[in-house]
């Protein structure tokens, strides 16, 4: 079925507020993909002791439902932004809202999912490990997928010049929100309880969260009568070549360029080593003698280096080649694996702080910044899903990447160092990844 069009001007003019209008649409896409924690690694983490207790699996097995619905869901992210691209930003995020909404109503109930599955089957642990890797598939591609990627592909649409500054600004507000949720999540818990908090969140996408979406988001300027930057320029008589735009990629001339593959091939790396410390962060401390509180405080210090150098980063990435910036994020990563090896010193501490802080940072602009200011907007939905794909696969085989590596080698040091080598691997190769455009 054609869903009707959904006029620009409705139900208010864009062109006629005394503001550029893409600010609206910055503060929207925010609050959209602060809504996808619920479909986040730090958002499913407070709840995998209540899975573990109301399903039969062991919480080994419980990791492994996550790796294949997350894996599965990671399939679907490539289709899901060429969707974005035919049905434009709004109904796209409404129905993506809804969708998660209904995945979280869903989570909500796997233990009675599970026990009727189970009637069926006649065994309790395949219905568990059935329901639960349908529960998150769905969640991790709707939340961390389908949400996420409308939030971010609208906001690229509206901003060229000031792209940077903006992506920094916003990746602020998106990590602090990060940091805190698992803190919000788990008093959800212990005051509505674990069904209830699932509900609250759910009613939240689907009401609020979608209505600001359907309110305020805008698919570009141009539909608006507007322009990019709201037609700044800037003081400066010198234009950043990279920011440069002469036409739109495909995404199969995505595929082919080499700066897709370094980039996308860094976001997942950077996924699959923060995700794979976040999941086992305590039993990491365990091993190396650090204080469960201390190890557990470091995030918060690491917020703290993540906000000024978001700021920054953000600011000179609209006056330098985002490949710079690319090369930063692997080698904050590779000083992050160095500061877990050298736990419990001191100087361990402190790389691993600046490391998770200052890689966090530049994951978030690159992701904000590179794939419009290389390939255009046009096609923006489908290369964004594309390279989400190794985002969040990244994420799904981080967790077993490490228990893993601890299995075999008796402890965590030699994955971790191993992360850190693919971090400077992926950095140096990252020297070459220059902007497509530049080349027309």
Same mark, same amino acid.
């Given at each position: 079925?054609?869903?009707?069009?959904?006029?620009?001007?409705?139900?208010?003019?864009?062109?006629?507020?005394?503001? !550029?209008? +893409?600010?609206?649409?910055?503060?929207?896409?925010?609050?959209?993909?602060?809504?996808?924690?619920?479909?986040?690694?730090?958002?499913?983490?407070?709840?995998?002791?209540?899975?573990?207790?109301?399903?039969?699996?062991?919480?080994?097995?419980?990791?492994?439902?996550?790796?294949?619905?997350?894996?599965?869901?990671?399939?679907?992210?490539?289709?899901?932004?060429?969707?974005?691209?035919?049905?434009?930003?709004?109904?796209?995020?409404?129905? /993506?809202?809804?969708?998660?909404?209904?995945?979280?109503?869903?989570?909500?109930?796997?233990?009675?999912? %599970? =026990?009727?599955?189970?009637?069926?089957?006649?065994?309790?642990?395949?219905?568990?490990?059935?329901?639960?890797?349908?529960?998150?598939?769905?969640?991790?591609?709707?939340?961390?997928?389908?949400?996420?990627?409308?939030?971010?592909?609208?906001?690229?649409?509206?901003? #060229?010049?000031?792209? =940077?500054?903006?992506?920094?600004?916003?990746?602020?507000?998106?990590?602090?929100?990060?940091?805190?949720?698992?803190?919000?999540?788990?008093?959800?818990?212990?005051?509505?309880?674990?069904?209830?908090?699932?509900?609250? $969140?759910?009613?939240?996408?689907?009401?609020?969260?979608?209505?600001?979406?359907?309110?305020?988001?805008?698919?570009?300027?141009?539909?608006?009568?507007?322009?990019? *930057?709201?037609?700044?320029?800037?003081?400066?008589?010198?234009?950043?070549?990279?920011?440069?735009?002469?036409?739109?990629?495909?995404?199969?001339?995505? @595929?082919?360029?080499?700066?897709?593959?370094?980039? /996308?091939?860094?976001?997942?790396?950077? %996924?699959?080593?923060?995700?794979?410390?976040?999941?086992?962060?305590? *039993?990491?401390?365990?091993? @190396?003698?650090?204080?469960?509180?201390?190890?557990?405080? !470091?995030?918060?210090?690491?917020?703290?280096?993540?906000?000024?150098?978001?700021?920054?980063?953000?600011?000179?990435?609209?006056?330098?080649?985002?490949? @710079?910036?690319?090369?930063?994020?692997?080698?904050?990563?590779?000083?992050?694996?160095?500061?877990?090896?050298?736990?419990?010193?001191?100087?361990?501490?402190?790389?691993?702080?600046? =490391?998770?802080?200052? /890689?966090?940072?530049?994951?978030?602009?690159?992701?904000?910044?590179?794939?419009?200011?290389?390939?255009?907007?046009?096609?923006?939905? %489908?290369?964004?899903?594309?390279?989400?794909?190794?985002?969040?696969?990244?994420?799904?085989? +981080?967790?077993?990447?490490?228990?893993?590596?601890?299995?075999?080698?008796?402890?965590?040091?030699?994955?971790?160092?191993?992360?850190? %080598?693919?971090?400077?691997?992926?950095?140096?190769?990252?020297?070459?990844? #220059? $902007?497509?455009?530049? $080349?027309?």
């Amino acid at each position: 079925m054609r869903l009707p069009p959904l006029s620009p001007q409705r139900p208010f003019d864009p062109a006629r507020l005394p503001f !550029f209008y +893409g600010w609206i649409v910055t503060a929207a896409a925010t609050v959209t993909v602060v809504a996808s924690i619920p479909g986040q690694t730090m958002g499913v983490s407070v709840f995998t002791d209540v899975f573990v207790e109301e399903t039969e699996l062991t919480r080994l097995q419980l990791t492994l439902t996550y790796l294949v619905g997350t894996a599965l869901s990671a399939l679907l992210l490539p289709a899901g932004g060429r969707l974005f691209d035919r049905m434009g930003a709004r109904w796209f995020g409404v129905l /993506s809202c809804a969708a998660f909404g209904g995945s979280l109503a869903f989570m909500a109930g796997v233990d009675r999912f %599970a =026990g009727a599955l189970s009637a069926v089957l006649g065994s309790g642990l395949a219905a568990g490990a059935i329901v639960m890797t349908g529960g998150f598939f769905l969640i991790r591609f709707f939340g961390q997928g389908m949400v996420t990627l409308a939030a971010r592909s609208v906001q690229a649409k509206w901003w #060229n010049r000031r792209r =940077g500054f903006v992506g920094g600004c916003t990746a602020v507000f998106v990590g602090f929100s990060f940091a805190l949720a698992p803190l919000f999540l788990d008093w959800q818990i212990r005051s509505f309880g674990w069904r209830g908090a699932y509900l609250i $969140n759910a009613a939240v996408l689907v009401f609020f969260v979608g209505s600001i979406v359907y309110l305020l988001f805008r698919d570009n300027p141009e539909e608006c009568g507007l322009e990019m *930057d709201g037609g700044w320029r800037g003081s400066s008589k010198r234009v950043n070549p990279d920011l440069v735009w002469k036409r739109d990629f495909t995404l199969a001339e995505a @595929y082919r360029t080499y700066s897709f593959w370094v980039i /996308s091939l860094m976001l997942g790396t950077n %996924a699959l080593v923060i995700t794979a410390y976040t999941f086992h962060v305590v *039993d990491l401390a365990r091993d @190396y003698g650090v204080e469960r509180r201390v190890m557990l405080s !470091f995030f918060a210090f690491a917020a703290m280096v993540s906000v000024p150098t978001n700021l920054f980063l953000g600011i000179i990435a609209d006056h330098i080649r985002i490949r @710079y910036i690319v090369m930063f994020v692997g080698v904050s990563g590779a000083v992050m694996g160095l500061g877990v090896a050298l736990l419990p010193s001191v100087v361990g501490k402190v790389l691993l702080v600046a =490391g998770i802080g200052c /890689s966090g940072a530049g994951f978030s602009v690159v992701m904000n910044v590179s794939y419009p200011r290389y390939y255009g907007r046009a096609h923006i939905g %489908a290369i964004s899903g594309a390279s989400m794909l190794f985002f969040v696969w990244g994420s799904a085989v +981080g967790p077993l990447a490490y228990s893993a590596g601890r299995v075999w080698t008796g402890s965590y040091t030699a994955v971790v160092l191993l992360g850190s %080598a693919v971090y400077l691997m992926l950095a140096v190769c990252a020297f070459w990844a #220059n $902007n497509p455009q530049r $080349n027309l």
